[in-house]
């Protein structure tokens, strides 16, 4: 069964601060990794999709590389702002096992920017 | 992009009612369809995997004749929490994904509040 582990639990930073979250995964039977990010009391964006043969995905200040084999993802953050400040997920689309043709979810990342 | 709407985003309903959340596909077609229940504080736990024009699979541990789950037409799920008890209060959330495989991720819904009193 698949599982998802996000570190840190919560981050605090500055405001202009570059940062890292880190995604690990203990099976590597996956089709994608995405990355989302929830507001609170609402649903979830989609930040960035990586396919399983593809190394990273950039979107403007947001960059995420996975390496499969050794079941790890990270979310690249730069320039953080206060308007970043939610709840980051991490989640595999998974290729097998009992979680196959499913979403697992990491606990998440609460980030908080201050000014 | 994949658009998911979610109707209501909030409902107030009192003990022993049911109420129907709605999921709706905009711009995309989707033959499959996921609900997911959350809980304060906490990450998205699956309850049910709906295919159009079948029944759902139930994740282990859900009720499935508390929670109905129907997927009559390409774009459109519904989930039906009923009998509602104070213990269903929570945040219930569709997702969607475009084909039949991943490939192209998934799309999720607004989010429905829903409390029980």
């Known amino acids: 069964k698949q599982e998802v582990t996000q570190i840190p639990a919560a981050l605090s930073v500055p405001e202009g601060e570059n940062l890292v979250l880190n995604c690990s995964f203990t099976?590597?039977?996956?089709?994608?990794l995405q990355w989302f990010r929830q507001d609170p009391g609402k649903g979830l964006t989609s930040l960035l999709l990586?396919?399983?043969?593809?190394r990273e995905q950039t979107s403007g200040r947001l960059n995420a590389s996975l390496d499969k084999s050794s079941g790890r993802s990270t979310l690249y953050i730069a320039a953080s702002q206060p308007g970043d400040s939610a709840t980051y997920l991490c989640a595999t689309s998974n290729a097998g096992g009992t979680s196959y043709g499913k979403l697992t979810f990491g606990q998440g990342t609460i980030l908080t920017v201050h000014p | 992009g994949a658009v998911v709407s979610q109707h209501p985003s909030r409902v107030i309903c009192k003990s022993g009612t049911s109420v129907k959340i709605e999921c709706r596909s905009l711009?995309?077609?989707?033959?499959?369809m996921f609900w997911y229940r959350q809980f304060p504080k906490q990450s998205l736990m699956l309850m049910a995997t709906?295919?159009?024009?079948?029944?759902?699979?139930?994740e282990q541990g859900v009720e499935k004749d508390k929670f109905l789950i129907n997927h009559a037409s390409l774009t459109l799920s519904t989930l039906t929490v009923t009998s509602a008890h104070p213990e269903d209060s929570s945040f219930y959330i569709c997702?969607?994904?475009?084909?039949?495989?991943?490939?192209?991720?998934?799309?999720f819904g607004s989010g429905t509040r829903l409390t029980v009193v």
């Open positions: 099976d590597s039977a996956i089709y994608n």
């Open positions: 711009d995309f077609q989707a033959t499959t």
């Open positions: 990586i396919q399983s043969s593809q």
């Open positions: 709906s295919n159009e024009g079948s029944k759902a699979t139930y």
């Open positions: 997702s969607a994904r475009q084909g039949a495989t991943a490939a192209y991720g998934y799309t």
